[in-house]
Each structure stands twice: as structure tokens, then as C-alpha cells.
């Protein structure tokens, strides 16, 4: 058992370097209708179902540091090269290095919407990164629960369990801030009567957090092995889908 917090320091003296940050790959993507995307290396977490497992592991040896403004260069790039207006961090966690990521944000122009797709541990550790983050109105977070109890958070991270209450208070302190958040849950591993009691938890924040996005497990690399040498059960599907409170 680790503590994500204490990981989230280590992990950022390997990926955080003044205001750089380490990134292992620039693309487009076909999520959200098409995004540009910045792969970032380096997470607090180590969730058994990770696409990006090598990275996240391992992060001395994936990627090289990137200055906020080749990042934002690229990634502003990609987007009117497609035609996207949409872009995001995505690959690790992007809230590791909080100066590199407030940088990048300033240099984004307000046409393009910024999709920052975090577990939120850190914005729940610290309300004043949620506030930092308030003034960016071209900001729509999406914050991913792993599982929906202390329980399930700790089988499928292998964090210690309050780190379940730190995402929780990160969706909270967005929310208060004024950031436009959006929580989805891993919800494969989770029964039906944990949801409901997840989605009644943020509808005590605000109903509108009671509209959770359901993302559900897929089987990327060696994702199946992992979860067959855990033991774990598991629902898979292929697209994430966001469902109302009453049709859970
Ligand atoms: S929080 Fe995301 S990047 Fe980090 S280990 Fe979990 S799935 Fe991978």
C-alpha cells in the first residue's frame, strides 16, 4: 500500500522540472470527436487497469521534458492542422507538475476548449489548485473515480483508501470553484448498489454531480493479464457512456 500523495512528490522530482514537464508522445485522437493530445509521463496512482502501465511505472524511462510553450505550440499544431477545438493532457496525470500545467493553460487561446483528464487527488489534496484553475474559462474537467467505495479504490490502485475521499473532495473543490467538472467512475468492478450510492454522495455536493459518465474496462495490452494474475472480476465495454441518476 502506498500513499498517492507521497508518490505524487516522488514521482514529480523525475517528471517536473521547473516549469517543464515529461511527455512521451504529441497525437490527434478520435476521442471527443477529435482532440488534439499531449501524452504526459508520470502518476500518483498505479491503477491495475492502467493503458499506459510502461509509463507510469517507469517513468525515468519514457519521454523527454518539454518548455510550456512547445507544448502548448504542438498541441495548438495538431489542433488547426485537423480542425479540432479541442485539446487535452492525457497518457499519465497532468496535474503532477502544477506550474508546467497553469503555463500551458495561459498559452491556450480561449477558442480551444481544454479537457484536463485527471484522478483528481491532488485537486482534492490542495483547494487552492482547483481555485488556480477557476480562471480558465475554456476549462472542462473530467475526473476519473477509481471504483466507486474506499474499498474498491484500494483493489484497484493499490493506494491507501482515503485517496478515494481525495478524488471525492477534488470533484468537491472544483465544483466550488466555479470549474466546469465532469466525474466519470470505473465502473467494472463496482456493483450496481455502489454506484447509486457514489451518485447520491455527489448529489449531496450538487445534483448536477449525480450525473455520473460510466466508463467501463477496456482490454487494452496486457490489461487482461494483470487483472487475470489479481484475481479481479470484471465487466468490459467499449465505450464510455454517461447515464442519469434514476437509470443506474
Ligand atoms: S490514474 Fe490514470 S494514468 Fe494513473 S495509473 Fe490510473 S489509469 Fe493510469
Known amino acids: 500500500m502506498y500513499d498517492p500523495?507521497?508518490?505524487?512528490?516522488?514521482?514529480?522530482?523525475?517528471?517536473?522540472?521547473?516549469?517543464?514537464?515529461?511527455?512521451?508522445?504529441?497525437?490527434?485522437?478520435?476521442?471527443?470527436?477529435?482532440?488534439?493530445?499531449g501524452d504526459c509521463?508520470?502518476?500518483c496512482l498505479?491503477?491495475?487497469?492502467?493503458?499506459?502501465?510502461?509509463e507510469v511505472i517507469n517513468p525515468e524511462a519514457?519521454?523527454?521534458?518539454?518548455?510550456?510553450?512547445?507544448?502548448?505550440k504542438k498541441l495548438i499544431g495538431i489542433a488547426r492542422k485537423r480542425g479540432f477545438d479541442q485539446i487535452r493532457i492525457s497518457g499519465n496525470e497532468p496535474t503532477l507538475?502544477?506550474?508546467?500545467?497553469?503555463?500551458?493553460?495561459?498559452?491556450?487561446?480561449?477558442d480551444l476548449l481544454f479537457i484536463l483528464e485527471t484522478n483528481g487527488i491532488l485537486l482534492g489534496?490542495?483547494?487552492?489548485?482547483?481555485?488556480?484553475?477557476?480562471?480558465f474559462k475554456n476549462l472542462y474537467v473530467r475526473l476519473s473515480l477509481k471504483g466507486a467505495t474506499e474499498e474498491e479504490f484500494f483493489l484497484l490502485t493499490g493506494a491507501e483508501p482515503k485517496g478515494f475521499s481525495l478524488q471525492l473532495a477534488g470533484?468537491?473543490?472544483?465544483?466550488?470553484?466555479?470549474?466546469?467538472?465532469?466525474?466519470?467512475v470505473m465502473s467494472s468492478f463496482s456493483p450496481p448498489e455502489h454506484i447509486r450510492s457514489l451518485q447520491k454522495h455527489l448529489g449531496h455536493i450538487h445534483p448536477e454531480l449525480a450525473e455520473l459518465e460510466i466508463e467501463e474496462?477496456?482490454?487494452?495490452?496486457?490489461?487482461?493479464?494483470?487483472?487475470?494474475k489479481a484475481k479481479l472480476k470484471y465487466r468490459t465495454a467499449h465505450q464510455p457512456r454517461r447515464i442519469p441518476p434514476e437509470q443506474v
Open 171 to 184: 470533484v468537491e473543490n472544483l465544483f466550488r470553484a466555479g470549474v466546469q467538472v465532469q466525474p466519470a
Open 97 to 110: 507538475c502544477r506550474e508546467h500545467l497553469i503555463r500551458v493553460l495561459e498559452l491556450i487561446p480561449e
Open 62 to 72: 519514457y519521454g523527454r521534458f518539454y518548455a510550456p510553450p512547445e507544448v502548448a
Open 41 to 43: 509521463v508520470g502518476c
Open 125 to 135: 489534496a490542495d483547494e487552492t489548485y482547483a481555485r488556480d484553475l477557476a480562471r
Open 217 to 228: 474496462l477496456v482490454l487494452y495490452g496486457d490489461v487482461a493479464k494483470r487483472l487475470e
Open 5 to 37: 500523495l507521497k508518490m505524487a512528490e516522488e514521482v514529480a522530482k523525475v517528471v517536473c522540472q521547473n516549469d517543464q514537464r515529461k511527455y512521451y508522445r504529441f497525437r490527434s485522437a478520435r476521442f471527443y470527436g477529435g482532440i488534439a493530445t
Open 46 to 54: 498505479r491503477c491495475i487497469f492502467c493503458w499506459s502501465w510502461p
